[in-house]
C-alpha cells in the first residue's frame, strides 16, 4: 500500500527515493509501536491465576514475547492502516520542509 502512495503523493518529485524509503519505515515502525502497544494491552486484561496459566514473572515475559510477535505479524500481513497517514503527513512535511528551503536557498547537506 505504501508504494502505490509514494508515487502519488509525491508532487513536486523533491523527495529523493532514499528519503522516500527512509519516511516509510519511520511509517512502518511507528505502526509497528501502536500495535504492539495495544497487543500488550490486550494480553495485560487477561486472567492470570493459577487456573488459568499460573500467572507469575515467567508467564509475564511470555505475555511481553507473545504481543511483540503478534504485531510483527499485523505489521507485515499490512498493517492496520495507520502506516499509509502516517507516511502521507511525513511526505507531506518533508515537501514543505524542502520547497521552503528551496525557496529561502538554504542548502541542506
Excluded: C
Aim: glycine fraction near 12%.
Amino acid at each position: 500500500m505504501l508504494n502505490a502512495l509514494a508515487s502519488s503523493t509525491s508532487k513536486a518529485g523533491t523527495t529523493s527515493p532514499a528519503q522516500i524509503g527512509h519516511l516509510k519505515q519511520q511509517a512502518q515502525d511507528l505502526e509497528g509501536m501502536f500495535i504492539n502497544t495495544l497487543m500488550k494491552e490486550m494480553f495485560s486484561s487477561l486472567k492470570t491465576d493459577q487456573k488459568s496459566g499460573g500467572g507469575g514473572d515467567a508467564e509475564g515475559t511470555w505475555r511481553g514475547i507473545q504481543a511483540e510477535q503478534m504485531s510483527d505479524a499485523v505489521s507485515k500481513a499490512g498493517g492496520v492502516g495507520i502506516a499509509d497517514a502516517i507516511y502521507s503527513d511525513l511526505l507531506a512535511v518533508q515537501e514543505a520542509s524542502q520547497s521552503t528551503q528551496s525557496s529561502t536557498g538554504v542548502s541542506r547537506s
